[in-house]
């Protein structure tokens, strides 16, 4: 872990999309962004969140900008705040993908079918 990541727990450590489509700073910064739909975050709240460094954070952002999921939406002193592009299908979609991962760990869950790091377990 660099200097500029947290060392306490990201909210992104362990969700269920990290999880299934890989630990990396895009999926991280998109699975922030989703939950926080409501809301445009700032460079920091994203980073700390995502368990993420700036410097992988800057690296990361413009693609995804370009991509058209995330939209800079204002700035607040020096700093730039961020949110998921709810214009964007492919961002739609991803939500939705986000939202069905939680109704299937649940029902998973009720039917007592995930391992001790709750994932589904294999029939």
């Known amino acids: 872990m660099s ?3 947290t060392a306490n727990e990201a909210f992104a450590d362990g969700t269920m999309f990290v999880d299934v489509l890989g630990d990396e700073t895009k999926v991280r910064i998109l699975e922030v962004l989703i939950s926080e739909a409501d809301r ?3 460079t920091a709240a994203i980073c700390e969140q995502a368990g993420i460094g700036t410097s992988s954070f ?3 952002i413009e693609d995804l ?4 999921l995330v ?5 607040v002193g020096n700093s730039p705040m ?26 998973k869950e009720e039917a007592g079918e995930l391992d001790e790091d709750n994932r589904p377990v294999l029939a």
């Open 65 to 68: 900008r370009r991509w058209e």
């Open 58 to 60: 800057y690296n990361h």
């Open 40 to 42: 445009d975050l700032n």
């Open 82 to 107: 961020y949110e998921i592009n709810r214009e964007n299908k492919a961002a739609q979609k991803l939500a939705e993908f986000d939202w069905a991962l939680v109704e299937f760990i649940g029902k």
């Open 71 to 75: 939209t800079k939406t204002r700035t």
């Open 3 to 5: 200097q500029t990541e």
